[in-house]
């Protein structure tokens, strides 16, 4: 008997990089939003896949293997999702493994700014915190917020941790056509994430599709009705395949829920259709996507 297809979640986030849930809740939440596929995309960062794959045996649910890349175009931070690639790729790795490596060293200059200002930190519980995942500017404000030198998230960013604030320091990155090409020799579709986040979105687009871009993120969490159609059509103007992401980092609020941005499954199938010829093209092992 066939099932009927629950939607496809592209994009989410663990404590393997910025997210506060661990993989395996993040297939709980899957599993009660009753949706049938779902994308670990941690920043930068595959090492929360296994625990994922773990946590997902026996559910039924379809699993993807994703990562969030933060790149450079258009003089702007562009997210490029890198969907279903093969997470045993040695040059990804090796790239993401030299992005975690800048990361810690860019979080340990944030700690040194902050300190400077009297705002002591400690980096090694910080460290012990970001494990293998990638250290970002939610771990430096979350560790403020302990220490009650804010009062919350938002108050370490706006007054600390953005551009021309104090304890600011700029993150490494490549450029987005880098990153697309190394995307596709892993075997993985490179889909721009929430284009509502850039000044000139078909910019953008357009310099990914020169690039070889395979997709938009055409339904997000920050994206109301309207920007979908728009980007819809944006999507459907350049060839380019539908995404749609949650974009969760958290317990549950607004509309960042694990399951509150679907995938229809007509899109769901194109998708995989691609990704599976992208495999084959790169000569990586055949995508499993059997129900787990
Ligand atoms: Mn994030
Ligand atoms: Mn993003
Ligand atoms: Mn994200």
């Not at 490596?101 to 340990?108: A, I, L, N």
């Not at 998230?153 to 190394?182: C, H, Q, R, S």
């Not at 829920?257 to 990704?275: F, I, K, Q, T, Y």
Request: include cysteine; glycine fraction near 10%; hydrophobic fraction near 40%.
């Amino acid at each position: 008997m066939a099932t009927t297809f629950g939607g496809a979640d592209l994009h989410c986030h663990s404590t393997f990089s910025d997210g506060l849930e661990s993989p395996t809740a993040l297939i709980g939440r899957a599993m009660e939003a009753r949706l049938s596929v779902l994308a670990l995309s941690d920043h930068d960062a595959l090492h929360g896949l296994p625990e994922f794959e773990r946590a997902a045996k026996g559910t039924g649910l379809i699993t993807v293997t994703a990562t969030e890349l933060s790149t450079l175009a258009d003089g702007e931070d562009v997210h490029v999702l890198a969907l279903f690639v093969d997470p045993e790729e040695p040059e990804l790795q090796a790239k993401l493994e030299e992005i975690r490596v800048q990361r810690d060293r860019r979080g340990e200059q944030m700690v040194e700014k902050l300190a400077a200002i009297g705002m002591w930190l400690d980096l090694g519980a910080i460290r012990k915190v970001v494990g293998d995942g990638a250290f970002g500017r939610p771990h430096i404000a979350r560790a403020m917020v302990d220490k009650g030198f804010v009062r919350s998230l938002n108050e370490a960013f706006d007054n600390y941790l953005t551009k021309g604030k104090p304890g600011y320091v700029g993150k490494p990155k490549w450029l987005m056509e880098d990153a697309i090409a190394a995307v596709k020799k892993a075997g993985g579709l490179a889909v721009v994430a929430h284009p509502i986040w850039y000044r000139d979105p078909e910019k953008i687009v357009a310099q990914g599709v020169a690039a070889g871009l395979d997709g938009i993120e055409v339904i997000h969490a920050d994206q109301d009705p309207t920007k979908e159609s728009e980007f819809g059509r944006m999507a459907s103007r350049h060839g380019l395949l539908r995404s749609a992401g949650s974009d969760y980092h958290g317990p549950p609020e607004g509309r960042k829920r694990v399951g509150a941005c679907r995938l229809d499954e007509g899109s769901w199938n194109r998708m995989v259709e691609h990704a599976v010829a992208r495999r084959a093209e790169s000569g990586r092992p055949p995508l499993d996507l059997t129900p787990r």
